[in-house]
């Protein structure tokens, strides 16, 4: 159980464009999703708390304008990367929190924006 | 958040020896750990957690060790494998908090 998913794994794009990745929880209702990112040989940087009918909080220095975050329903959250760059080439997770706080996270997905 | 950008440390071991990953946390709010495991390209993986009420814990080859005086926690692998090469992460937070901090991890290198 407690299995997450994301979509797509990989993408690449142009700069300008956006990206939309998608984070689902498969065997169970999530509440509360996370988002991060993480650059290589780092650890995980949290982005954004994904509350499911309410708006996202983010993280101290993340622009809410340009990473939108929808959490539509219990097993669904949405991360819109907007007029992406070269600098936000990452890997971007996602995570589902359990009942007991314990976070169940997705493979992850790799952006690079050329 | 309180993630931070650092060269991770590494432990090397050889196959078979057990391990001991050391974390310290500074957050003396924290009362819930988790331990996981993340191989390269993919997302972090649950090992085993532990609550402030318990010293110790144990999984499938797995102990983890919690010192709350000094915040120091330990993960013990016992007979490493090659599969066991990852990195990882011990965040912690408040029990029934909203979210984990994750501190810089540590690599895993198993030696055959």
């Known amino acids: 159980g407690a299995v997450v998913s994301q979509h797509p794994s990989r993408v690449i794009c142009k700069s300008g464009t956006s990206v939309k990745i998608e984070c689902r929880s498969l065997d169970f209702q999530a509440t509360t999703m996370f988002w991060y990112r993480q650059f290589p040989k780092q650890s995980l940087m949290l982005m954004a708390t994904s509350n499911e009918g309410s708006k996202a909080t983010y993280e101290q220095g993340v622009e809410k304008d340009k990473f939108l975050i929808n959490h539509a329903s219990l097993t669904l959250s949405t991360l819109t990367v907007t007029s992406a760059h070269p600098e936000d080439s990452s890997f971007y997770i996602c995570?589902?929190?359990?009942?007991?706080?314990?976070?169940?996270f997705g493979p992850g997905t790799r952006l690079t924006v050329l | 958040g309180e993630s931070v950008g650092l060269h991770l440390p590494t432990l090397s071991v050889q196959e078979g020896d057990n391990s001991i990953i050391n974390c310290a946390y500074s957050n003396s709010a924290s009362d819930y750990f988790i331990w996981y495991k993340q191989e390269s390209g993919k997302g972090p993986q649950f090992i085993i957690d532990?609550?402030?009420?318990?010293d110790k814990r144990q999984g499938q080859r797995v102990t983890v060790l919690l010192n709350k005086t000094v915040k120091h926690l330990s993960l013990q692998i016992a007979a490493t494998q090659p599969g066991d090469s990852a990195v990882y992460f011990c965040?912690?937070?408040?029990?029934?908090?909203?979210?984990?901090?994750f501190g810089a991890g540590t690599i895993l290198r198993v030696k055959s």
């Open positions: 965040p912690g937070g408040p029990r029934y908090g909203n979210k984990l901090v």
């Open positions: 995570s589902a929190r359990g009942q007991y706080n314990e976070q169940f």
């Open positions: 532990i609550r402030s009420n318990m």
